[in-house]
């Protein structure tokens, strides 16, 4: 089914995707939030810009972008997937508590910011590009992968990535020579077992964007990990 | 109801810009149209615009836009300023009446000269007098505010949505080498005419998105150089710090950015730039009473271009765009594609990182 979002507001445009009972393509969208709010099932194709909070709380729905996306792509999403064939606005994967999101471009601010997991539920986030800001802000869970694809010239993630970080897992494309981390974490090039872990993500990546995913699993990867004997010691008091 | 400056409530917000490189003139239709897809982040409690080039006939008299309450307080306004100015020009600037916009005051410009013999008598140039003039009335004339006192350009503001407000000041019939646009969800303060944005004094103008946590720091200093925050809104002393570091002590705008938005030190120490090293830690060791904190997107407009700029934390969102010779500034992409839905190298400046458009000599 295809919905003309033009001249629809965010809860008309969502009212119709929920009503559809089969895929959904949604054409000429201007900033519309909250895009598949929740959503369990259905395969949703987007054109146009999708407004901020794109699949908010996602619970196994599949969401395609064809171009950028703006502000919180899956606050809090829960299961299902998010592809983005363009750039992603700040706060990508805010409080992301499971399914993937894979994006093409570059990310802005606080990507993955307090991203968690539980159990078997381990949201994984992959950016084709470079990122701003506070990567990995506060993670406590879940895998956050940069690949730095497109302008290798750039630096892969800008000032105070990991600031808070207390668990989950970064992968950066990188020797990270030139990004300061916080003395809260550990950076140390990819070993083989952590290179296990990374390929059904990237590789996946590269289906969906037609990389050829060995040149890319050929890194050099840094991966970061919070020191986790107490990521707390002495933050706010002397314990 | 209690004003601005009465009442103190615990900021979403939306902002856009466009301007022409060439100085090509634009109508208001399109701004308008930016904020269409941003309604959300308003809450109909203010909404405004600001467009320059826009009096061509009168580019050399400053003008003046004014609410008042009554025509008492219009009549005493009007006598006040014609002890300082010469008013070529008066009248009620022209509105449509739509069910949207209610409770307007009397909506009137001047265009005025300042006379010569006040300018000997009281040694000051053009632009302090009626930077003190319109201090003096904003603070001390109950019922009279200026919300616009540049030369070829002005402010309108209201009460309402701003795709409204810009129906109801006509801004299709205005044309403009640059807007700038807000639409408003006051958090801190009920939301009156005067303090819906952009705020202006003489031809800077400021729309802001976020909430400044210096405030009352920024205010205690600014205030010692005749400034007077009446409206305990943050954009007001904005408007002011701008005023205050660019016109009064000539810092160039991206000096006026890292003032305002001054990288941490930690950052300063780590820049290859040894130039850029030395200027930011001057400029945070002589004025870190300006520095400003908390989230803020703003785009400042003034003569002849503008400059976008978010906090150094980047704690709220701000996209910029070209086609051609325009450039975009918007919270949002999508607002950015209703002005032109081929924009091209969208980009998100980083925090603290300024983007400043100058129209080219001799276009505005």
């Known amino acids: 089914m295809i919905i003309q979002a033009a001249g629809l507001d965010h809860q008309a445009l969502n009212a119709a995707l929920r009503q559809s009972v089969e895929d959904c393509r949604i054409e000429d969208c201007c900033g519309q939030r909250f895009i598949a709010a929740g959503m369990k099932d259905k395969d949703i194709t987007i054109t146009g810009i999708p407004g901020n909070a794109l699949g908010a709380y996602l619970n196994g729905a599949s969401l395609t972008v064809c171009s950028n996306a703006q502000d919180a792509v899956g606050d809090t999403m829960n299961d299902g997937r998010i592809v983005i064939h363009g750039n992603v606005g700040d706060a990508a994967g805010y409080a992301m508590r499971g399914g993937r999101i894979y994006v093409k471009g570059n990310a802005g601010y606080r990507a993955g910011i307090h991203m968690k997991a539980y159990k078997d539920k381990v949201p994984v986030m992959v950016i084709g590009?470079?990122?701003?800001?506070?990567?990995?802000?506060?993670?406590?869970?879940?895998?956050?992968?940069?690949?730095?694809?497109?302008?290798?010239?750039?630096?892969?993630?800008?000032?105070?990535?990991?600031?808070?970080?207390?668990?989950?897992?970064?992968?950066?494309?990188?020797?990270?020579?030139?990004?300061?981390?916080?003395?809260?974490?550990?950076?140390?090039?990819?070993?083989?077992?952590?290179?296990?872990?990374?390929?059904p993500y990237v590789t996946e990546f590269c289906a969906l964007f037609d990389y050829e995913a060995e040149a890319v699993l050929a890194g050099p990867y840094t991966v970061v990990v919070p020191d986790s004997n107490n990521p707390y010691h002495q933050m706010y008091v002397a314990n | 109801m209690r004003r601005e400056g009465q009442i103190r409530i615990p900021s979403g917000c939306a902002i856009a810009a466009v301007i022409s490189k060439d100085g090509n003139k634009m109508t208001g239709e399109k701004i308008i149209a930016s904020m269409k897809p941003m309604h959300d982040r308003s809450n109909g409690l203010g909404g405004g615009f600001a467009g320059y080039g826009i009096y061509p006939e009168y580019k050399d008299f400053y003008a003046l836009h004014l609410f008042f309450d009554s025509r008492a307080v219009r009549k005493e306004c009007e006598a006040f300023l014609k002890e300082y100015f010469e008013i070529v020009r008066s009248e009620i600037i022209p509105t449509r009446k739509i069910p949207a916009i209610t409770d307007e005051p009397i909506i009137w410009r001047y265009f005025v000269a300042p006379l010569h013999s006040m300018l000997t008598n009281l040694q000051l140039d053009e632009a302090e007098l009626?930077?003190?003039?319109?201090?003096?009335?904003?603070?001390?004339?109950?019922?009279?505010?200026?919300?616009?006192?540049?030369?070829?350009?002005?402010?309108?503001k209201a009460v309402g949505f701003p795709e409204d407000v810009g129906v109801f000041y006509r801004l299709d019939e205005y044309e403009g080498y640059s807007w700038t646009a807000h639409g408003r969800y006051p958090t801190n303060?009920?939301?009156?005419?005067?303090?819906?944005?952009?705020?202006?004094?003489?031809?800077?103008?400021?729309?802001?998105?976020?909430?400044?946590?210096?405030?009352?720091?920024?205010?205690?200093?600014?205030?010692?150089?005749?400034?007077?925050?009446?409206?305990?809104?943050?954009?007001?002393?904005?408007?002011?710090?701008?005023?205050?570091?660019?016109?009064?002590?000539?810092?160039?705008?991206?000096?006026?950015?890292?003032?305002?938005?001054?990288?941490?030190?930690?950052?300063?120490?780590?820049?290859?730039?040894?130039?850029?090293?030395?200027?930011?830690?001057?400029?945070?060791?002589?004025?870190?009473?300006?520095l400003i904190t908390g989230p803020f997107s703003i785009v400042l407009g003034f003569t002849g271009g503008i400059m976008a700029l978010n906090d150094r934390l980047k704690l709220r969102s701000m996209v910029a765009g070209e086609k051609d010779d325009r450039v975009y500034i918007a919270s949002e992409e999508a607002a950015i594609r209703v002005m032109e839905p081929d924009a091209e190298r969208i980009w998100a400046p980083a925090g603290g990182e300024p983007v400043i458009v100058h129209v080219k000599e001799g276009a505005y």
Request: net charge negative.
């Open chain 1, 129 to 199: 590009g470079h990122t701003g800001s506070f990567l990995g802000e506060y993670q406590a869970g879940g895998i956050i992968i940069v690949l730095n694809l497109n302008t290798p010239q750039e630096r892969i993630v800008s000032n105070f990535p990991c600031t808070g970080m207390h668990g989950g897992k970064m992968f950066l494309r990188s020797e990270c020579r030139d990004i300061l981390f916080p003395d809260q974490v550990t950076a140390r090039p990819a070993n083989a077992e952590d290179l296990e872990e990374l390929r």
């Open chain 2, 130 to 156: 009626v930077a003190q003039t319109v201090m003096k009335i904003n603070t001390g004339m109950d019922g009279a505010y200026v919300f616009s006192s540049g030369k070829n350009m002005g402010t309108f």
């Open chain 2, 189 to 290: 303060t009920p939301g009156w005419w005067g303090g819906a944005h952009p705020f202006t004094l003489l031809d800077y103008s400021v729309v802001h998105n976020g909430e400044i946590s210096s405030y009352d720091a920024n205010r205690r200093f600014i205030e010692m150089f005749g400034y007077k925050c009446t409206l305990q809104t943050d954009t007001e002393v904005i408007t002011y710090i701008m005023d205050y570091l660019v016109r009064r002590q000539g810092l160039t705008l991206t000096e006026a950015a890292n003032v305002v938005a001054a990288p941490f030190w930690s950052t300063i120490e780590r820049s290859p730039d040894p130039e850029y090293r030395a200027r930011c830690a001057y400029l945070r060791t002589v004025f870190p009473s300006l």
